[in-house]
Each structure stands twice: as structure tokens, then as C-alpha cells.
């Protein structure tokens, strides 16, 4: 596609449920990023997958939190036994190449509340 | 670690006024900065960036960023705003490493009234 595509754009669950968010990075694009904005807060980096290699999850807040990624296509974040903390924009970005990796491009974000 | 300060949560101004968004940085490493812009209902988009060379870079819509060292300053400017750019601004920077993920600030709030 022509842009980082998100599903869904909103997503409602109950406190205790699990969810899984879906991200399509721009074609050829090895490096995709997730990232979550919490309300009147600046975004947060969660995961960073590059091509093939082990992705660099250190910014994930808890083991309630993983995603994955097929080769360097779709990646699904997925929360599990979510919390109301963690209600916020999920934002995934995809950037191409070692020098041009530094210009991320983003998708519009899945907003999740949960109740 | 880095970090990002946006001194200003949210800033009104009348249209053609100028307008200056404060972005500071913290960093031990050289730094690639980033601004970012967030339409009502879309996407973050890239407005402009520094990578090197000139520390003075320019938008297509006219804002217009320095990059200031001495200061760890990148403060974002334009001489006359229209309503169009009324946004969401968010200052980032990047150490370029193997990762090159963005630390974000906050964010500023710009609101543009006729």
C-alpha cells in the first residue's frame, strides 16, 4: 500500500480480555516500530523488529505485552489480560534503509480502551 | 539517555502571528532531531528534520528549525501561521544507533484562531 496501515482504528474491551492490534508497514520497509501514546503524553517506544534479527523489545512495559513480525511484513501487538492503564493511541511505524531508517513513517494508530 | 522537553503544553495564536514551538534535548551522543506533526484525526506525519550540515532546516508549508548545539535547543518557527496549521507538534530526537528508534516530547498544541 501506499502508506503503514493499522487495524482496527478502535478497539474496545473489557479490563481482563485480550487484544491484538494489527500493523501493515509500507512495502520494502525493513524496519517497523510499535509505539504508544497515552492521553496528554508524548509517545513511547514498546519494540523495534530489523529484517531478520531478534527484535529489540526493551521498551515493552510488561510481559503482558509481545508482538511479532513475519519477515519484514505484517506484525501483530498483542496485550494480554489488558488493564485500564493501558488505554492509549498504539502506533506502529516502518522505516527503510541504515541511513534513510531515521525517517519513520506512521500509521494513524489503533486507539484502545479499556473498561 | 536521552530525553525531549516541550516547554509549552499548548500555544494560541491569532493567524499570521508568529509562532515559536520550544524543543530541547538532552543527549551524551550527537543527535539526529526530528519534528513531527498530528493533524486532527490523522497520522503523525514528518515536518522537517536534522541530520547535518545546515543547522537551519526548512518545511515545505513554511516552518523552519534550528539546530543549537550550545543550547540543545530545536526550536520550531514560522513567521505568519494560518489556521491549516493548527496541530499537535511533537520534537524527537534520534542517536542513530542500531535501534534508531525516537525519543518523543510531550508534545505542543497549536491552536490557530481567526
Known amino acids: 500500500g501506499a502508506g503503514v496501515s493499522q487495524s482496527p482504528s478502535n478497539k474496545v474491551t473489557e479490563k481482563g480480555k485480550d487484544v491484538e492490534l494489527r500493523c501493515d508497514p509500507i512495502s520494502g520497509h525493513t524496519a517497523l516500530y510499535w509505539y504508544r501514546q497515552r492521553l496528554g503524553q508524548g509517545l513511547e517506544f514498546l519494540i523495534y523488529f530489523q529484517g531478520n534479527s531478534a527484535p529489540d523489545k526493551s521498551g515493552l512495559p510488561s510481559d503482558r505485552f509481545s508482538a511479532e513480525r513475519t519477515g519484514e511484513s505484517v506484525s501483530t501487538l498483542t496485550i494480554q489480560r489488558t488493564q485500564q492503564e493501558d488505554s492509549a493511541v498504539y502506533l506502529c511505524?516502518?522505516?527503510?534503509?541504515?541511513?534513510?531508517?531515521?525517517?519513520?513513517?506512521f500509521g494513524p494508530g489503533t486507539r484502545l480502551t479499556v473498561l | 539517555a536521552q530525553s525531549v522537553t516541550q516547554l509549552d503544553s499548548q500555544v494560541p495564536v491569532f493567524e499570521e502571528a508568529p509562532v515559536e514551538l520550544r524543543c530541547n534535548y538532552s543527549s551524551s551522543v550527537s543527535v539526529y532531531l526530528f519534528w513531527y506533526v498530528q493533524y486532527p484525526n490523522q497520522g503523525l506525519q514528518l515536518l522537517l528534520k536534522?541530520?547535518?550540515?545546515?543547522?537551519l532546516v526548512e518545511s515545505i508549508n513554511g516552518f523552519e528549525a534550528e539546530f543549537n548545539k550550545s543550547q540543545t535547543s530545536f526550536h520550531l518557527r514560522k513567521p505568519s501561521v494560518h489556521i491549516s496549521d493548527t496541530a499537535e507538534y511533537f520534537c524527537?530526537?534520534?542517536?542513530?544507533?542500531?535501534?534508531?528508534?525516537?525519543?518523543f516530547g510531550k508534545g505542543t498544541k497549536l491552536s490557530v484562531k481567526p
Open positions: 524527537a530526537v534520534s542517536d542513530g544507533g542500531s535501534q534508531g528508534n525516537l525519543i
Open positions: 511505524a516502518s522505516s527503510s534503509g541504515r541511513v534513510l531508517r531515521l525517517e519513520q513513517f
Open positions: 536534522y541530520l547535518s550540515g545546515s543547522t
